[in-house]
C-alpha cells in the first residue's frame, strides 16, 4: 500500500523535508510532525506530469530527485495539481475534500455515540461543547469548572479521535478517574471508530493497528492512551476529566499529573482539565490561577442554564424568586421549576452539582471545611490589621510539636472579651532550641518579657528513645513553665467545642504568620472519602498542614481558655457592642472605631442570638473540660493533677 510505502520512508530526512516544503507552498506553515494525514498522503498522491499514482516506488523516487535537486519549479507545479489530485479513493456525493479538511465539519458529520437513552445518534456540538471548542482554538488549554451533563468528556474523547485519524503521529491521552472509566472511555471509542462513515479510513489510507482497554494505535503512527495516570508519558494532547474528584480521593495522582504529564505537554499540545467543584484540592487551585492570570490555561464556566435540557414543567416546591433576581439571567418559568426541583433533590449538593456563577460552585466547599463559614463571618471584624497584644494581660502560647513533621507555637492572651491570637512560629526539621530562639525573640518585644506557661498536648508525655526525656521535660529544661492538655476522646467532638468558641477570637493580622495561620484553619477540612465527607481531617490540603489547626485547638482547650463559658464571651462581645454604640451617639463626627485594641463592628442582636445558641453548648464544653483536661471546672477549674512532675 502506499501508506506503507510512506512510513517505510518516514525518516528519510530528504523526505521530510519535502513535506515541510509541501506545505510551506500550499501557504500552510507547519513542522513534519504536525502534518496531517492527509497532507502527508497528498504529497505522494499527484496525478499528471511523471507520476502514476499506481507506482509508490517511483513516486517516492521522484518527489526524493526534485527534493535532491532542489528543483522548486517541479514542486510547486505538483502542489498546483494537488487540490483536484488528493484522493485516489472516490468520495460519496455531497462529501468534498474541504469537509473532510475542516475539523468543525468533521467533528458534527463523522462521529456517532451512544445517547443517555442507550440510542445510537450522530455526534454534534452542542452549546457547551461549542464554548470549550471555541476556546481551544485560541488557547489549546483550558481548565473547566461545569455543571453536570454537558458532555464536556464526551467531546474531548470524539475531538482526540478526530485528531488521532486526521493527524499523525501524535500521542493522546484521556485520564479517566479510575479503571471502570477507564473502561467505558475504551467502549466509546470503539464505537465511534465502528460506526464510522465506510469512506474515512480508505480516505486517510490508514487503518487500526491495535486496540485494547490501553491504547488504541492507528497505522499514522497517532495513538489515544486510556489511564488513570500518566507518569512519565510524553502527549500531544490530554484530556483529565473529573480532575476535582480526583485531587479529593487520590491527590497524589493529581501531584503525579502536575510534576510529570503535564510538563512534557509542549505550548500548542491541547489540554482540557474539566471537573465540578468539589472541595478545596488542587483543582480549585489550578482554577484560581487560571481566573487571575498565573498559569497559561483559559478558564471556561459551563453553568446548569446554557444547557436546555435543564427544564421541567412543574415546581415540586416554593420557588425562590429572591435567589433568582440575584443572578445575572433572565430565567424562564421551566427552568425556574428545574432548579426547584433539583434542589430539593440535591439538598446542599446543589451548588457544587449545578451551580449559576463559578463563585457559587466552590461556595459549597465549605462543607467540607470546618472552620471556613465561622471565618468569613469574623473577616473585616475580628480578623484586623490593628495590634491586639494587651500589656496588661499575661502572655501564653499553645504548641502542636510535629514528630518527623511540622510543629507549630501559637501565641495568645484571654481579655475579658475574647481570645487575642497573637503570633505564630512554625516549622519542620527544627529542634526545640531552634525554636526557642524564635519564641524568646518575639516575647521580648511585649512588655512583660515573659511567658506565663506553654501549653502542650497529651503526647508531650511520651518519652523520647534517645534521650530518655519527654517534650515536656525538655521544655522546662529550657526555662519554660509547661502545662500538658490530657488526650481527648474525640477529634471530630473537639472540633465543634473549637467552633463555638471561634467567634469569640481576634486574629492579629499584623502578627508574623497569622495570615498563615487563617489560611491554615480555612483550609483545614474532613476527608473526602467514597464520595461522602468523613469526620477524620485531612493532614494537608494544598500545602496547608493540620498541625497549625491542631495547635489552634489545643489552644481553645487549655485550662485558661476553658475557664470562659461561651455564654460569658458573647455576653461580653454585647458589652462592648453597646458601649461603642453609646460612644458613637455621643459623638458622631469622631466614630469610635476601636475598642481595648480590638476593631469591632456588627449588630449586637447577633451576638445576642449567639448567647442563646451556645447555652445548651457550654454545657457541653464544661463536661467535656471535665474529662478531657483533668480539671474541675464546676468547682472554679483550680484542682490540678501531677503527671511525670508536672503540673497539668
Known sequence: MLLDKLKESHNNELLTDGQVISDYMRGIMLTSDELTTVQESAILKSKGGNFEPTDPDKVLEEVQRHIFDSNWDRLIAIHKQLPSAIL??????????????????????????????GELIQFKLNK???????SIKLNPKAVVLKSRQHGISTYALINNLDRALFTSHKNLGLMSQGLSESGKLFTRIQLAIKHLPSYVLPYLGISVNAENTKEVKFSNGSTIYIATSFRSATLQGLHVSELGKIAA???????????????????????????????????????????????????????WMIDPTCVDDKALGIIDEGYFDKINYEFSYEQKAFYTNKKIELGADMFSE????????????????????????????????????????????????????????????????????????????????????????????????????????????????????????????LGYKVQVIRQTNSVAQDIKVVQSYLPYVNFDMGGKNIPHLVDSLSAYSRKFVSGVWSDTPNHNVNGHSSDIPDAFRYM?????????????????????????????????????????????????????????????????????????????????GNSKEVVDGLAI
Open 88 to 117: 485516489s479513493y472516490e468520495l460519496p456525493a455531497g462529501i468534498t475534500e474541504d469537509n473532510l479538511q475542516d475539523r468543525d465539519w468533521r467533528l458534527n458529520n463523522l462521529y456517532r455515540i451512544s445517547s443517555k437513552d
Open 354 to 477: 449545578y451551580p449559576s456563577t463559578a463563585e457559587e460552585a466552590f461556595s459549597a466547599t465549605s462543607l467540607g471545611r470546618y472552620y471556613e463559614t465561622l471565618l468569613q463571618k469574623l473577616r473585616g471584624n475580628q480578623i484586623t490589621t490593628h495590634s491586639l497584644y494587651d500589656a496588661t494581660q499575661p502572655l501564653y502560647c499553645s504548641a502542636d510539636i510535629g514528630i518527623r513533621d511540622e510543629s507549630g507555637y501559637l501565641f495568645f492572651q484571654v481579655t475579658h472579651e475574647g481570645i487575642n491570637v497573637l503570633s505564630l512560629i512554625y516549622g519542620s526539621d527544627m529542634i526545640f532550641r531552634d525554636f526557642k530562639v524564635e519564641m524568646d525573640a518575639y516575647i521580648a518585644t511585649t512588655n512583660r518579657g515573659r511567658l506565663h506557661t506553654l501549653y502542650l498536648p497529651h503526647d508531650a508525655r511520651k518519652r523520647n528513645v534517645v534521650t530518655g526525656k519527654t517534650p515536656a521535660h525538655a521544655w522546662m529544661e
Open 556 to 636: 481553645i482547650f487549655s485550662p485558661l481558655v476553658q475557664k470562659r463559658k461561651v455564654t460569658e464571651l458573647a455576653q461580653a462581645r454585647i458589652d462592648v457592642l453597646e458601649a461603642k454604640a453609646h460612644r458613637d451617639l455621643l459623638n458622631s463626627d469622631e466614630k469610635s472605631e476601636i475598642i481595648d485594641g480590638v476593631l469591632y463592628t456588627g449588630d449586637k442582636n447577633f451576638w445576642r442570638a449567639e448567647v442563646e445558641a451556645n447555652r445548651k453548648g457550654d454545657d457541653y464544653v464544661v463536661a467535656q473540660s471535665n474529662v478531657t483536661d483533668g480539671l474541675d471546672m464546676g468547682s472554679g
Open 128 to 134: 457547551a461543547q461549542w464554548i470549550v471548542h471555541n
Open 249 to 303: 480521593e487520590a491527590p497524589q495522582r493529581v501531584a503525579e499529573l502536575k510534576s510529570g504529564t503535564l510538563q512534557t505537554i509542549n505550548k500548542r499540545g491541547e489540554t482540557i482539565i474539566e471537573s465540578t467543584a468539589m472541595g478545596d484540592n488542587e483543582f480549585k487551585v489550578m482554577w484560581d490561577n487560571a481566573v487571575s492570570g498565573k498559569s497559561h490555561y483559559a478558564p471556561i464556566f459551563l453553568n
